[in-house]
């Protein structure tokens, strides 16, 4: 099987075949992820949390960006690999751009993710113009949750929902790539889907969109808080690493994973 791009991930859009997406940190998960067929590694900030231990994504550096980014790309073979902006690094489109700058360079992921909406656009439209890839990120966004004032579903409310499907079809004009929405009813994310061309994956947003991301340690049931409601403990299910691995590639490419009961109304 060829290197996955982000043509290939349109593609799949268009065939309306499921995109798998899981977040890795180091070597040695990525080298199990490889095996198991995975389309997407997201070197996410919430390393912060699973790897650092801290309480929220906040403290994570582009160092450490950098650091993990380089760890998954030593071995990484077929997987298209993204790096997150971590907060405090995307301000203004000359600092994204640095930034952006040394997760591809230094770090050697294929693409960056930002969260935000409407602030984002002009930075976003920056980097594109500049033969960055960008995946943006809505909905619930860990970076912003001082904001926020918790972990909560975005979107319920009428406004609420056309403000993210605004920003959605916004970003995809501003030149972002693929676009993440976590923790929004199943409802909304479908509508989303439909609205833009670009690959849409969801964490905590139903099964109507193109694909899946679950953080990893989440998956395997290795976290410290309890089970989230939009999680599947896949390692209990299956016994081993690889088989949680390839059974969530499996339930992803079928839409049995997320079901109703991991699906926000
Ligand atoms: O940092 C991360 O792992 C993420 C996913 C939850 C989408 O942004």
């Given at each position: 099987m060829g290197k996955i791009t982000i043509s290939t991930l349109d593609e799949m859009k268009r065939a309306g075949e499921k995109i798998a997406v899981i977040t890795s940190y180091d070597a040695s998960f990525t080298r199990q992820i490889e095996k198991a067929g995975m389309d997407v590694i997201l070197v996410g900030d919430s390393l912060g949390n699973?790897?650092?231990?801290?309480?929220?994504?906040?403290?994570?550096t582009v160092g450490d960006i950098v650091y993990h980014t380089a760890n998954v790309m030593r071995v990484s073979e077929r997987c298209l690999v993204i790096a997150d902006m971590p907060f405090m690094s995307h301000g203004t489109p000359k600092q994204a751009l640095d930034t952006a700058g040394r997760l591809m360079k230094?770090?050697?992921?294929h693409m960056v993710k930002i969260e935000g909406g409407a602030p984002q656009l002009e930075t976003v439209r920056h980097l594109a113009a500049r033969a960055v890839p960008v995946c943006g990120h809505l909905g619930l966004m860990p970076q912003s949750i001082h904001q926020l004032g918790g972990y909560r579903v975005q979107g319920r409310g009428e406004h609420e929902g056309e403000r993210i499907l605004k920003d959605a079809v916004g970003l995809q004009q501003a030149g972002a790539q693929m676009l993440v929405l976590e923790c929004i009813p199943a409802l909304l994310a479908e509508e989303i889907t439909r609205a833009v061309d670009i690959p849409v994956i969801g964490i905590g947003a139903g099964?109507?969109?193109?694909g899946q991301v679950l953080v990893l340690y989440d998956m395997l049931g290795i976290?410290?808080?309890?089970?989230?409601?939009?999680?599947?403990?896949f390692l209990a299910e299956e016994g081993s690493v690889q088989g949680a691995l390839r059974a969530y590639v499996d339930a992803v490419r079928a839409q049995a994973f997320p079901a109703e009961e991991h699906t926000f109304k």
């Open positions: 699973v790897v650092q231990g801290h309480e929220s994504t906040l403290p994570v230094e770090g050697g992921a099964k109507d969109v193109d976290t410290m808080h309890d089970t989230l409601s939009f999680v599947r403990d």
